[in-house]
């Protein structure tokens, strides 16, 4: 049975802040995403932080980024974060153009928070900074369409990783050799093409 | 063993399969949405042949039966097929 689909994107994505007036620097007035709700909540907190602010930026397309400051709790910073994890729980935020990955590079090297890296990955090119909370953020603005191909490829991918972590050492040459004999047996029965022949 | 190197038929990685297909000792036929590229014996692929830039090269590879990639830098992409079991020589890739 096929599994509808009916979600629509972010919600809201929430981050816990220590520094809201940095944050809001960052988010509304340098890079330019509207304050569109807060809300105040008195008591409404467990007993160790009851009282809160969750404030929310508009990035697009209704999508928004949230973060809860909490008063009167001390600020948390794990230093023991190994930094894979670091890099790798960030978010990227969609930018349609070339031009538009330009703006918000220009907004961030004007301001305290410059772009630290930009690269041209395979599907996107992406610019990386650090908010002033400690959390990695990207803008990525896509270089080519994601075509059917790609999404097949993705699913023997996805198959191919769940199969090799249950080995007792998963490397990427078993992965691909996993894949390959799923992509063999998918297509056994079509008949090969000559290629640039 | 025959080595099958599978390569996503999609603009950007299409070039490995186009350069590969030069080699007389390799032949490329078209699997479902993949070109297959088939060897008996090592082969490689340059990178300068392909014009891929750095994340599309290193992204190119989809799958690989029957052999082990034994060098993948900004140079080249070789393969050998495995003797013996598959599992074993891949595993020691």
Request: proline residues 5%; negative net charge; charged residues 25%.
């Amino acid at each position: 049975m096929t599994l509808t689909h009916t979600v629509c994107g972010v919600d809201h994505a929430a981050f816990a802040t220590f520094d809201p007036k940095a944050t809001i620097s960052f988010y509304r007035d340098v890079l330019g995403f509207p304050v569109v709700h807060a809300t105040c909540a008195l008591g409404w907190g467990p007993e160790s932080h009851p009282d809160f602010i969750h404030f929310f930026f508009d990035i697009g397309h209704g999508d928004r980024l949230a973060f809860f400051y909490y008063f009167g709790v001390k600020p948390y910073v794990d230093n023991e974060i190994p930094e894979l994890l670091r890099r790798a729980r960030h978010l990227a935020i969609h930018v349609d153009t070339a031009e538009d990955l330009a703006e918000y590079r220009r907004r961030l090297d004007e301001s305290d928070w410059t772009c630290e890296l930009q690269v041209r990955h395979e599907t996107v090119e992406s610019i990386y900074v650090t908010d002033p909370n400690g959390y990695l953020i990207e803008f990525a603005r896509p270089l080519r369409a994601i075509t059917v191909e790609d999404d097949i490829d993705a699913n023997f991918s996805a198959d191919a990783l769940m199969a090799v972590v249950d080995e007792d050492q998963p490397s990427l040459a078993r992965f691909f050799q996993i894949k390959a004999d799923l992509i063999a047996a998918r297509y056994a029965g079509e008949a090969a093409e000559g290629a640039f022949v | 063993m025959t080595t099958k190197l599978y390569v996503l038929d999609v603009d950007d990685f299409r070039p490995l399969a186009q350069v590969a297909a030069k080699d007389p000792d390799v032949t490329v036929v078209k699997r479902g949405p993949y070109y297959e590229v088939l060897a008996e014996a090592p082969f490689r692929i340059e990178r300068n042949a392909t014009g891929c830039r750095n994340a599309v090269w290193y992204s190119s590879v989809a799958a690989v039966a029957g052999g082990h990639i034994t060098q993948w830098d900004k140079d080249f992409l070789a393969i050998e097929p495995t003797a013996g079991s598959a599992h074993e020589a891949a595993g020691s890739a």
